[in-house]
C-alpha cells in the first residue's frame, strides 16, 4: 500500500541519512525501483514528472500499475508515490488519481502567490494524509521545460514556505537538473546551513542529485537534506546498457529481439544504480 512520504523522511532527517527519490518512466523502471528497494530494505519514493504522466497515460494508469506491483510483486517496505514540479492543476489531478504525496513548484511564482497556492494544497493534502513537497528558489537546468539557473533560496523565503505547514521544502542551493557543467560552482552549503537553521526539523530535498559528487551529498544530507532525487542517472545507466546490446547485435541472435530482452540489460543498470545511491544516501535497512 502506497503511503505518505510524512514519515520516513521524518526518520531520515533525525537519523542523518536521506531517502532516495528515483523518477519513473516506465514499467521496467518502476519494477527495477521497487525490487532495489525491497532486496535492500530501504524505503523509496517513486517520482513521476508531468511529461513522464502524459508519457504513461496519465496519473490513473501511472496508480494503477504501481498498486498493482506493490502486490504481485510482495513490495513491504514504505513506498510514496510522488508528483514531481507539479504545477496547481497536476496536483489536484495526482490527489484525485491517488498518488500518496505530491510538490507543487511555485518557485516561478513572486513568493505570495506561492504562499497563497501552497496554503491551499496544505489544507487538501492534510485531510487526505498526503505530503506535500514545496519549493523556494528555482532548481538549475531544464525538467519538462521549466528552465532555472541554478540559483539560491532565500532563507526567509524557506521559512515562510515551511511554517504554512508543508513536509518537506526543495531549496535551490546552486543545485542543477541533467548533467553538470563543467563550470558549476558546487553545492552552496552556506546557502544550506542558513535554510536549515530557519526551517529547524523540516525535511530538506535536494534535486539534480546526479553528478553530485559524494561527498557533497554526504556533507548535504549532515545538514538536513532528507530526501535526494535522481533522474538523469538512472537515464544514463539504462541508455548505456541498452547500446551495449545493440551494438554487440544481440538483437539479432535468436529471439534477442524481443522487447524483454532487449529491455533487461537496462533494467539491470538501473538496478544497480539505485543500489548504489541507496547505499550513498544511508536508506538500506532503514525500512
Known amino acids: 500500500m502506497l503511503v505518505s512520504a510524512k514519515e520516513m523522511l521524518t526518520k531520515a532527517k533525525a537519523g542523518k541519512y536521506a531517502v532516495g527519490q528515483f523518477n519513473i518512466n516506465n514499467l521496467e523502471w518502476t519494477k527495477a525501483i521497487l525490487l532495489t528497494a525491497q532486496e535492500l530494505n530501504s524505503p523509496v519514493i517513486l517520482g513521476v514528472s508531468e511529461g513522464a504522466g502524459k508519457y504513461m497515460c496519465g496519473y490513473k494508469t501511472v496508480v494503477g ?5 506493490l ?30 504525496s505530491v510538490m507543487f513548484d511555485g518557485s516561478h511564482y513572486p513568493i505570495e502567490e506561492n504562499i497563497a497556492k501552497t496554503t491551499e494544497l496544505v489544507k487538501v493534502c492534510a485531510e487526505k494524509g498526503l505530503s506535500l513537497e514545496a519549493e523556494v528558489g528555482a532548481i538549475g537546468g531544464e525538467e519538462d521545460g521549466v528552465v532555472g539557473t541554478g540559483e539560491c533560496a532565500d532563507p526567509k523565503e524557506c521559512k515562510m514556505i515551511a511554517d504554512l505547514g508543508v513536509t518537506m521544502l526543495a531549496a535551490g542551493i546552486g543545485n542543477i537538473h541533467g548533467k553538470y557543467p563543467a563550470n558549476w560552482k558546487g553545492l552552496s552549503f552556506e546557502t544550506l546551513d542558513a535554510v536549515q537553521q530557519e526551517t529547524g526539523d523540516m525535511p530538506l530535498v535536494l534535486h539534480g542529485g546526479t553528478g553530485i559528487p559524494s561527498d557533497m551529498i554526504k556533507k548535504a544530507i549532515s545538514l538536513g537534506v532528507a530526501k535526494i532525487n535522481v533522474n538523469t542517472e538512472c537515464q544514463l545507466a539504462f541508455a548505456a546498457a541498452t547500446r551495449e546490446y545493440i551494438e554487440a547485435g544481440k538483437d539479432l541472435q535468436g529471439k534477442g529481439f524481443d522487447p524483454r530482452k532487449v529491455l533487461a540489460p537496462g533494467f539491470e543498470a538501473i538496478k544497480a544504480t539505485v543500489k548504489e545511491k541507496m547505499e550513498l544516501f544511508g536508506s538500506v535497512n532503514k525500512a
Open 65 to 69: 500499475m504501481v498498486n498493482g506491483m
Open 71 to 100: 502486490e504481485e510483486l510482495n513490495i513491504t517496505v514504505p513506498v510514496a508515490l510522488h508528483l514531481d514540479h507539479g504545477s496547481y492543476d497536476a496536483c489536484y489531478k495526482c490527489i484525485e488519481a491517488g498518488f500518496s
